[in-house]
């Protein structure tokens, strides 16, 4: 029986390195012993730098690469990218709600421009209504009115039934459509919407 000379360990005839520190027992050649030493030696080193790899990624937060010598994709990183991506989903909501609000505001006011103008369209046919003098104008007024919806051409009807000449349909056709006429009220609801 042999003893390893290091550590004193029992050592059989066969083996070329103690099996408990590594080290050569007298059969071995020096360039054994060498190349024994330096595998060693690489094992533990490349065992110690992917052990401090992964113990330096646990304490940073980062997740280390399979062979354990880097360390990649930081966790604040991916953690900013949440942040990032919760604060755009955020934003783009409030952005939306307050084009939304706009918008609704924008309707809420045209709403109140019609209802302005449709007063101002029934003030304006009230007036004319009340400023109606000669029997002739209260004739015309009344029976186009009346004609309005039963005829296809109601002035002509107005024309016979009020005793109107062809020269004064036409100045009441016009006197009518400017006094009850809301024409221009209406372009700008046709321009606008």
């Known amino acids: 029986m042999k003893y390893c000379t290091k550590c004193e360990s029992q050592v059989s005839e066969s083996d070329k390195f103690c099996s408990d520190c590594g080290q050569p027992t007298d059969q071995t050649s020096n360039d054994e012993?060498?190349?024994?030493?330096?595998?060693?030696?690489?094992?533990?080193?490349?065992?110690?730098?992917?052990?401090?790899?992964v113990s330096s990624s646990i304490s940073s937060g980062k997740k280390a690469v399979k062979k354990g010598t880097k360390a990649t994709t930081s966790f604040f990183s991916s953690t900013g990218f949440l942040v990032v991506?919760?604060?755009?989903?955020?934003?783009?909501?409030?952005?939306?709600?307050?084009?939304?609000?706009?918008?609704e505001r924008a309707r809420e006011?045209?709403?109140?421009?019609?209802?302005?103008?449709?007063?101002?369209?029934?003030?304006?046919?009230?007036?004319?209504?009340?400023?109606?003098?000669t029997e002739k104008e209260i004739c015309v007024y009344t029976q186009y009115r009346a004609n309005y919806n039963l005829y296809e051409n109601p002035w002509i009807v107005t024309r016979s039934s009020c005793g109107l000449s062809y020269s004064e349909l036409q100045h009441y056709q016009d006197w009518y459509k400017e006094g009850v006429s809301c024409a221009q009220i209406q372009d700008w609801y046709e321009n606008e919407y």
Not at 33 to 53: G, H, M, P, Y
Not at 85 to 103: F, M, P, Q, R, S
């Open 109 to 133: 006011a045209a709403s109140d421009q019609r209802w302005f103008d449709n007063m101002m369209c029934s003030t304006k046919q009230a007036r004319f209504r009340k400023n109606l003098k």
């Open 33 to 53: 012993v060498i190349k024994a030493d330096l595998k060693v030696e690489l094992t533990n080193t490349t065992t110690d730098k992917a052990f401090q790899a």
């Open 85 to 103: 991506l919760i604060l755009g989903g955020v934003a783009g909501t409030a952005v939306y709600l307050e084009n939304h609000k706009k918008e």
